[in-house]
């Protein structure tokens, strides 16, 4: 079974960056597609950012030109970089793929 284990969240001022690690066990994490979502408290799991297989990503638009996902195929794992957090960036942030849910962890943005 395929076990994602977010690790890197934190509390953080507003402005300030922090990089989410997704860690992954399996030998099949080069070809498939890996994701990150956020749930704040009291709403619904929304999408935030996707890598294809061969590095192609994609954005939700509250996030674009502020976020970065990207990959190490090597380590199995990956990653979302995030800058200039706002307080509306608070949430849980679960990593996806290969059929798989991380646990999540928690980001904080508050003065």
């Known amino acids: 079974q395929v076990q994602l284990v977010e690790s890197g969240g934190g509390l953080v001022q507003p402005g300030g960056s922090l990089r989410l690690s997704c860690a992954t066990s399996?030998?099949?994490?080069?070809?498939?597609?890996m994701g990150w979502y956020r749930q704040a408290p009291g709403k619904q799991r929304e999408f935030v950012a996707s890598?294809?297989?061969?590095?192609?990503?994609k954005y939700a638009d509250s996030v674009m030109g502020r976020f970065t996902i990207s990959r190490d195929n090597a380590k199995k794992t990956v990653y979302l970089q995030i800058n200039s957090l706002k307080p509306e960036d608070t949430a849980v942030y679960y990593c996806?793929?290969?059929?798989?849910w991380g646990q999540g962890t928690q980001v904080t943005v508050s003065s």
């Open positions: 996806t793929g290969m059929g798989g």
């Open positions: 399996g030998s099949i994490f080069s070809i498939h597609a």
């Open positions: 890598i294809t297989s061969n590095g192609l990503t």
